[in-house]
């Protein structure tokens, strides 16, 4: 389903389907680490991802009036290079998984408790992630401040037409 959905998000032509195919392959990939039983991080996608930024590009595209717009046809050079770099990366991706032992990066049983991480991520000392959420907010306020400038600029220019 990721992949489907990730085809579709690249492959549509209407911007607003492309939004709401991106929404279920971010979902999706939520689902995969609920199976891998990854519940944390799985979280953080659908409240990161899933919540923040397609919302966000959802509300920019309500702003600027782009809703129903139509993407230009890309050319047929951009599509063969596409198709040549997607099928270079499988094949990398393929070599790689098969030519290679990986370790478990963690041990089996000895998985990390919640409770830890959240401790971690509202630690603004050593080894503490406050910094970067504070810097990912920021920059979310700024991409909205961002699409409502872009949103009055289109009005103005609309009424200075009429």
């Not at 040549?84 to 990366?89: E, N, T």
């Amino acid at each position: 389903m990721i992949l489907v959905f990730g085809v579709l998000t690249v492959a549509s032509r209407k911007i607003f389907r492309a939004a709401i195919f991106l929404l279920f392959t971010l979902i999706n990939v939520a689902a995969l680490y609920f199976f891998l039983e990854y519940e944390f991080i799985a979280a953080v996608q659908i409240v990161v991802y899933v919540g923040g930024i397609v919302v966000l590009i959802l509300f920019s595209l309500f702003l600027t009036h782009r809703v129903n717009s139509d993407l230009p046809h890309p050319s047929a050079m951009k599509m063969i290079v596409t198709f040549l770099a997607a099928f270079f990366a499988f094949g990398f991706v393929y070599t790689l998984l098969y030519w290679h032992e990986f370790a478990e990066a963690v041990p089996v049983g000895s998985a990390v408790p919640v409770r830890m991480i959240g401790k971690a991520m509202l630690n603004y000392g050593e080894g503490g992630f406050v910094l970067p959420f504070e810097v990912v907010s920021i920059l979310l306020l700024a991409a909205m401040v961002g699409c409502i400038a872009i949103a009055f600029k289109t009005k103005l220019k609309e009424h200075k037409a009429s």
